[in-house]
């Protein structure tokens, strides 16, 4: 059987979109009352929620160290968040994201300011269409933010893929199933400093560069979004009553 | 050249100005850049860009008066949590006005876990926990009255200007108000409704806290609130 063509011959992908089109972003900001900061975001059907506590006395404490605070990221898909039950204990993947995501925020944020405490973010996979990586990031550093910890920048993230011999913007799940590259890109956009590169599959050096300008462009517009969903609840918080 | 007009709400990462300025607090300075790192309010004051920040935890700065809640109990000391990142210590010695047989008495019969306390910093400096101390005027156990916790981000607009919002709450409701700069705060007056009425305000003061002509509208909060509880006790 033939396989299903994922981009039409008009240039549409799957879902309708152009090959650089991002999907609908949702933001929301302050979700969690128990945690110092949260946020919650949907791009398209990949949800994400992200809770974060700190800075904080670290247990146990000889990991602390001295000049710096430490950052503990947790990624994890709920059991629910994917077509067959994903058993909850993290897996190698999430264990590996957690470390990806958690060094691709590290950079923006001004651990020296906090020696021997830690900063947790948690990260919750609520469904999962692809990109959930990406996503997580750009909510963690709305969480952050929420929480009043000093960030040199904001910290958008997305995916771009090679699918059916097209680069194409912000990868959902099919894609990335099925197309033959996958690159996820973290940035601070008003820095132009990239914070996370990663790549599974094959690309030429040509279509890499081709990728990352894509990928810059896609985190410009998540930036965008961000920025937005940032001002619009404090200033609701301002004017509210 | 500047980015932002003033009092504009900006996020982390917000380009303020280039050129010829300095940082204020929550600026940093990258190349010929000024950038902001919370989310706030910036402003610009002679030539100095400050960001006022939204949110935020406390940090610890030597002399602030502040309440901690006790939360450990060693040998000579009690752990005090403070809202801050870092756990503040207080040495018995810095709390009984007479130095105590502390081999002989048990500390948690003075001070148990979960009791609050007003409190000094002594000293902090980054490298060791805040140390505090209890002992001088209006320091002290608190025995009585009732404890709110706010944004400490809130503690300036909530005292005003040289105290200005503060001592206006203090006589109209004959109550004591002790602000923490940790956002905590005691509130101790004759009896529970004036108490009610103070915290009432201060929440008030706090969900417009960026707002002007606050003062004001909290003395008509307060004037209308008695006029109220009096009828009640009139009927009764």
New interface residues.
Partial sequence: MERKKLISDDGRRLDGRRLDEIRPIKFKIGVLKNA??SAYMELGKTKVIVGVF????LHPKHLAV?DK?IIQARYHMAPFSVKERKPPAPTRREIELSKVIREALEP?I?VEL????TIEIYAEVIQADGSTRCAAISAASLAL??????????VASIAVAKVDGHLVLDVMDEEDKYGSSDMPVAM????NVITLLQMDGMLTYEEFKKSLELAKKGCMEVYMK??EA??SY??N??E?? | MIYFSQRQ?V?????LAEGNYETGR?V?K?GNKF?A???GLAELKDKIINVI?????YIPSVGDVLIGKVIDIITTAWLVDIRS???AILFAKDFFSKPIDIMKEDLRKYLDVGELIVAKIISFD??KNPVLTAKGRGLGKIEKGTVIEVEP?RVPRIIGKKGSMINMLKKETGCQIHVGQNGRIWISGKNREDEFLVVEAIR?IE??A??TGLTNRVYSLITKRRVVNGKEKANI
């Avoid at chain 1, 933010?145 to 904001?154: E, F, Q, V």
């Avoid at chain 2, 996020?11 to 380009?15: I, L, Q, R, T």
């Avoid at chain 2, 920040?53 to 935890?57: D, F, M």
């Fill in positions: 110092d900061g700190g800075p904080r006395e001295p605070c923006a001004f906090f020696p021997r405490t933010a929420d929480a009043g910890i000093p960030m040199r920048d904001l601070m956009p008003s820095k961000q920025k940032l001002e404090f200033k918080i301002k509210e009553k | 709400i996020v982390p990462g917000f380009v929550n940093y990258e950038y790192t919370v989310i920040p939204l949110r935020g935890c990142p870092w756990n980054r490298t981000t008030k969900s417009e960026h707002t």
